[in-house]
């Protein structure tokens, strides 16, 4: 019998429960399928922690997920928060659960499948095969620094926030960039404000420091409005992508329209490795919970199943598993399933549940593998 692992599932708000179902169909798949065993215990963050406990990251949320061995979250938020008190909106318990987990290190991978060439609103010869790393820093920069506060009132009012890296900061993260780049394409572009910014002047040096433990990474750097622009000229120059929180926010958004929808686009979100080897890990879609589509059986649950392949890769090193959801998702697409946000001539559209059960139907139909 295989180990049983301990996941902790938070699905959130708006569209987050439906996702995050879908996910869980396939897990059940790879459990059947590859013998092996989770232990799945559930708790509310976001909207529904503040729904109830009153905060959006119940302390039972926390302790669950810092007693388990990986956390899959769906999405947090919703327009009836949008009024409460800033400090304790549903995107506050999200940044409080990376700040506490010191999940510094968050991989978003933008991979296209190639029957969804035609959906982008690119042309298909700018898209076709893309394949890109973004590695966005997420527990510091301008999201975490002090002081940040609004005060005074009428012309009075001001407001402020605080772009702040130390070189330990930067130093890590970087280093995820260049073994990233080592296991691909050995190219790696950091992106930086560094002709305005004294952050990323700081960002800039470190990297260059670091890379010198790297020399068979190729290390360029590009200012942040050119990579936006670049990322719509030719993403293909591109491998892995190396930058700081909000300029990672902002770029994985954009990068996912390269897949055809940000329903496509998942994440991992890693901490430093601890002393039995394993990091603290959190899995969740790179979207929102785009609350106007919540409970409609609409939206696309992949950015959340490959998540959930992202989670059995870096957490449990079940690869075979974790490449196996990708061929059952590629031939789910493969065969014209599609949800609305990536549809095409000849597609047939289904929904949410549709889409999760036909994945974790082609996920057991494959032929058995030889390991996981
Ligand atoms: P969003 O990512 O929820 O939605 C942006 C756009 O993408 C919308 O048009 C939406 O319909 C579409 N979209 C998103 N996920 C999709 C999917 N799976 N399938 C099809 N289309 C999809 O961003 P937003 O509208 O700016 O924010 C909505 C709420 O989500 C806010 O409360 C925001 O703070 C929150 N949010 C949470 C997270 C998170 O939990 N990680 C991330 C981003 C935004
Ligand atoms: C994301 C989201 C979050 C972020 C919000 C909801 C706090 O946009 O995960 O990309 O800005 O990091
Ligand atoms: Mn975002």
């Known amino acids: 019998m295989s180990p049983t692992h301990k996941i902790a599932v938070l699905p959130g708000d708006g ?104 959906v982008s609103t690119l042309k298909p010869e700018v898209v076709n095969g893309i394949d890109v790393m973004v590695i966005r820093e997420l527990t510091g920069g301008i999201y975490f620094g002090q002081p940040r506060a609004r005060e005074g009132s009428g012309t009075q009012e ?11 900061e930067i130093e890590r993260i970087a280093r995820i960039g260049f073994e990233s780049a080592l296991s691909r394409r050995k190219k790696l572009m950091s992106v930086d404000k560094a002709n305005v910014l004294a952050s990323s ?3 800039r040096d470190v990297v260059n420091t670091v890379a010198k433990d790297y020399p068979d990474v190729e290390l360029s750097h590009m200012y942040v409005d050119n990579a936006a622009m670049q990322l719509i000229l030719n993403p293909k120059q591109f491998d892995v992508i190396l930058t700081e929180n909000m300029f990672g926010d902002i770029l994985s958004d954009e990068a996912s329209m390269l897949t055809g ?21 959190l899995y969740e879609p790179s979207h929102g919970s785009a609350p106007q589509f919540a409970g409609q059986n609409k939206v696309n649950p992949i950015a959340t199943i490959l998540s959930l ?24 697409l493969e065969a014209g399933y599609r949800t609305f946000d990536i549809m095409g001539p000849g597609a047939t559209e289904v929904g949410t549940a549709e889409l999760g059960d036909r994945i974790a139907a082609a996920l057991l139909a494959l032929p058995a593998a030889v390991a996981v």
């Open 15 to 118: 569209i987050g429960p439906e996702i995050i179902e879908q996910a869980i169909k396939v897990l059940k798949a790879v459990e059947q399928k590859f013998n092996l065993n989770f232990e799945l215990t559930y708790a509310p963050m976001g909207g529904a922690g503040i729904d109830a406990a009153g905060v959006p990251l119940p302390p039972e949320t926390l302790k669950l997920a810092q007693e388990s061995d990986a956390v899959l979250m769906g999405s947090v938020g919703d327009f009836k928060y949008d009024t409460l008190d800033p400090k304790i909106r549903p995107e506050q318990g999200l940044l409080q659960i990376r700040k506490a987990l010191g999940l510094y290190a968050n991989l978003r991978p933008v991979k296209g499948y190639k029957c969804l060439e035609h």
């Open 158 to 168: 001001k407001a402020y926030d605080t772009l702040v890296y130390t070189q330990p």
């Open 201 to 203: 002047q700081l960002w």
């Open 261 to 281: 929808s940000l329903g496509m686009l998942p994440s991992a979100s890693l901490g430093e490795r601890k002393a039995n080897g394993q990091r603290n890990a």
């Open 309 to 332: 392949a992202m989670m059995l890769e870096y957490s449990f090193g079940y690869s075979q598993a974790a490449s196996q959801i990708d061929t059952a998702i590629e031939q789910v």
